[in-house]
């Protein structure tokens, strides 16, 4: 039973554009989402996060958008860069302590 | 360092033996967590301390998956009998409670 799921594997866009990535959850008692990036032979890296009583948060280049009555959360990247490239993580908090992450969504920015 | 530390960072053992991963998180955070992402999967959560005690342990696979935090700092991943379908990367991470949940680089176990 997949209850954080990212149904896109890979995106790529420009340099310069906006990076779109999408995130579905199944359970209405996740407190909490964020969003982690990883680069390969690393761990994940918190990139941002919001409550489930918000429905956006915006940190420098990056802003989550919440949308709880589509359990739909996606993380939007503008201006996008090449360093962004990376593979993707969102994951959804379970009181008390417990991260469910989807499985990840690859994105290239191509220069 | 300021993050959180994991060791060994790449681990080969034989089947059935016992491999012990060791976390040490970041200074002042209560909780700690253990994760296992296996190649092309997200992070697959194992057992959650808050202080020195197990609060959830609902991820671990099965008995021979074993985790202790003593003092309420650092924590160690115990494997039994380790199985080649333990292969994966086990990646620990502490938080204070709040909404930010910081993870270290990872063990790579291989199982051969």
């Known amino acids: 039973d997949q209850q954080v799921k990212q149904n896109s594997p890979s995106l790529s866009v420009q340099e310069g554009r906006i990076s779109i990535l999408n995130c579905d959850y199944t359970n209405s008692m996740f407190d909490y989402f964020l969003w982690y990036k990883k680069y390969p032979a690393e761990g994940p890296t918190f990139l941002i996060s919001?409550?489930?009583?918000?429905d956006k948060n915006e940190d420098g280049r990056f802003t989550v958008f919440l949308n709880k009555s589509a359990k739909h959360l996606s993380l939007h990247i503008v201006p996008s860069q090449p360093g962004d490239s990376a593979v993707y993580f969102c994951a959804a908090h379970l009181p008390p302590g417990k991260l469910i992450f989807g499985q990840g969504t690859t994105l290239q920015v191509k220069p | 360092g300021a993050g959180v530390s994991q060791t060994p960072s790449n681990k080969v053992t034989e089947k059935g033996k016992y491999v012990e991963l060791r976390c040490d998180p970041i200074?002042?955070?209560?909780?700690l967590y253990w994760y296992r992402q296996s190649l092309g999967q997200g992070p697959e959560f194992l057992i959650y301390f808050q202080g020195t005690g197990a609060a959830d342990d609902s991820g671990l696979p099965n008995d021979r998956f074993f985790a202790v935090r003593p003092e309420g700092s650092v924590s160690t991943l115990k494997i039994q009998r380790t199985e080649r379908g333990d292969s994966a990367v086990y990646l620990c991470?502490?938080?204070?409670?709040?909404?930010?949940?910081?993870f270290g680089e990872g063990s790579w176990l291989t199982v051969v």
């Open positions: 919001i409550s489930s009583i918000k």
């Open positions: 200074s002042g955070h209560t909780a």
């Open positions: 991470a502490s938080s204070l409670g709040g909404n930010t949940i910081y």
